[in-house]
Nanobody, 116 residues
Framework: QVQLVESGGGLVQAGGSLKLSCAAS????????MSWYRQAPGKQRELVGR???????NYADSVKGRFTISRDNAKNTVSLQMNSLGPEDTDVYYC??????????WGQGTQVTVSS
């Protein structure tokens, strides 16, 4: 089992920045990808950014150039630096860890609210 603890959400004005962090613990071997997703009420959860074991990253088109995902292998953490935030970025953000390309673990979610 992998446990994920997220931090860093909150309220920010449009144009501002926030950094989300997620710490993984437990049986953390063979983690092949760490990601951030977000979900608005009544909508499907969507991928925001992913970083795989080799360091390659991919992002949703809506956040490219504004968000940066990074991983600290020594600390087993994944972070999401979010800049130039807008009201459309208001969502609950979830950390995800994929193990052995099959098993997925999720954090509890952290609220990000961007005021206009």
């Amino acid at each position: 089992q992998v446990q994920l603890v997220e931090s860093g959400g909150g309220l920010v004005q449009a144009g501002g920045s926030l950094k989300l962090s997620c710490a993984a613990s437990g049986s953390i071997s063979s983690i092949n990808a760490m990601s951030w997703y977000r979900q608005a009420p009544g909508k499907q959860r969507e991928l925001v950014g992913r970083i795989i074991a080799g360091g390659s990253t991919n992002y949703a088109d809506s956040v490219k150039g504004r968000f940066t995902i990074s991983r600290d292998n020594a600390k087993n953490t994944v972070s999401l630096q979010m800049n130039s935030l807008g009201p459309e970025d208001t969502d609950v953000y979830y950390c995800n860890v994929q193990q052995n390309w099959v098993r997925n673990y999720w954090g509890q979610g952290t609220q990000v609210t961007v005021s206009s």
